[in-house]
Structure formats: C-alpha cells, structure tokens
C-alpha cells in the first residue's frame, strides 16, 4: 500500500502567524493559538474580534506573513521527506495567509480553508474547508488506499494524529503531551523523519 506524509504547517515547518502578529502589533491576546484553545472556530472568532477593535486589516497581517522564514531545519526536512514520500501539508491557516509561508517552502500541496473579507480589507469570517478538515483529508487518503503518517504539534492537529495509521507529535507543548500521551513525541527533524518514514 502506498503512503502518504500528513504534516502540520505553523509549529511544524513555520513559525506561528499568531505570535508574530502580536509581537509586531503590541497585543498579547493575539498570542494565543491551538496550544491553549482546543476551538478552533472560537479561537477564530476571538482573533477576529480583536482585529475589528484594534483596526488590523488583512494586508497588515499579510505583511506580517512576507517576513516569516521555515523554522530552522524545517526547509531541508521537507525537502527530504518530499524526494522519498508523497507529502501534503493540512493546516487550519488559509489561503489568504498562506502563498508567502509556500513559496517559502518551495511550494508544497497545501489543503486549508478561506476567509471572508470585507471591501473595506477587514477580516469578517472564516470559512472552513469542511468540520474537521485535517482529520476527514486523512480518512479521505485512506479511502483511497493510502496509509498515512501524519505530524503535528498541537490541539488542533490531534484528530489527524489518532486517525492517522501512525500519528506524531513534533516540540509539542508540555498540556499536549500530558493529555495524548499515546503519541510518540519527537523534538528534532532528524527523529521526525525517521518517525515518518521507518519500515514499522
């Protein structure tokens, strides 16, 4: 059966958009993301919020995003991985946000969502893909003959990881690792790879 390599985006192989956004804006409530909100649509709509009150339009996030850089050894990974694995990228960012953080990593298949944004360049809404995108893009590959491995670092990416034939968690927080402690945990690439591709 063939394989295919599921992986998270921000904390995996980006830095987190979030973070960087509330350290360039000064507000600290943006700091927070699917390490401390399992809720995704709730952490959204918590973010969008303190963009309208704080007057952040899109293309001032955008301009956060052109300055991110792979986390250091993130790009050489991929690179491996993709030259002996089929990879896609599953991530819970969106299109909007994401044609910097690809190019950067020269381009991988991405799945994501959208959102929905005002004449004006404010952020309305978001629009996901489907309820629990990472997890049905799983089954769905699955459907398909494929086995998967999937990787990631936080609450959002655990439903992909337990329906994944071998899930992983990578530099994940101390709160992920104690409540799924059934997840092998690996901190550096070059034990990510060899849990993404061994012959077990």
């Given at each position: 059966m063939s394989e295919v390599i599921c992986l998270d985006l921000e904390g995996v192989l980006m830095p987190e958009v979030w973070i960087n956004v509330a350290k360039?804006?000064?507000?600290?409530e943006l700091k927070r993301t699917t390490r401390d909100e399992p809720d995704y649509d709730k952490l959204m709509r918590y973010r969008i919020g303190i963009l309208h009150r704080e007057k952040i339009r899109l293309k001032d996030i955008q301009k956060v995003i052109g300055t991110l850089k792979p986390l250091p050894g993130a790009k050489a990974f991929l690179t491996r991985l993709r030259a002996c694995r089929q990879v896609i990228i599953l991530s819970d960012t969106f299109y909007e946000f994401a044609?910097?953080?690809?190019?950067?990593?020269?381009?991988?298949?991405?799945?994501?969502?959208?959102?929905?944004?005002?004449?004006?360049g404010y952020i309305r809404s978001h629009r996901m893909r489907q309820h629990n995108g990472k997890e049905q893009s799983v089954r769905a590959l699955q459907t398909?003959?494929?086995?998967v491995r999937a990787a990631g670092d936080s609450y959002n990416d655990i439903t992909m990881l337990k329906a994944a034939n071998r899930g992983v968690l990578f530099c994940p927080p101390p709160n992920v690792v104690k409540d799924f402690p059934q997840f092998q945990v690996t901190r550096t690439y070059p034990a990510l790879f060899k849990a993404?591709?061994?012959g077990r």
């Open positions: 360039k804006t000064g507000i600290a044609e910097p953080m690809m190019k950067a990593l020269d381009y991988p298949t991405l799945f994501c969502n959208f959102l929905n944004v005002k004449a004006s398909l003959k494929f086995r993404l591709t061994d």
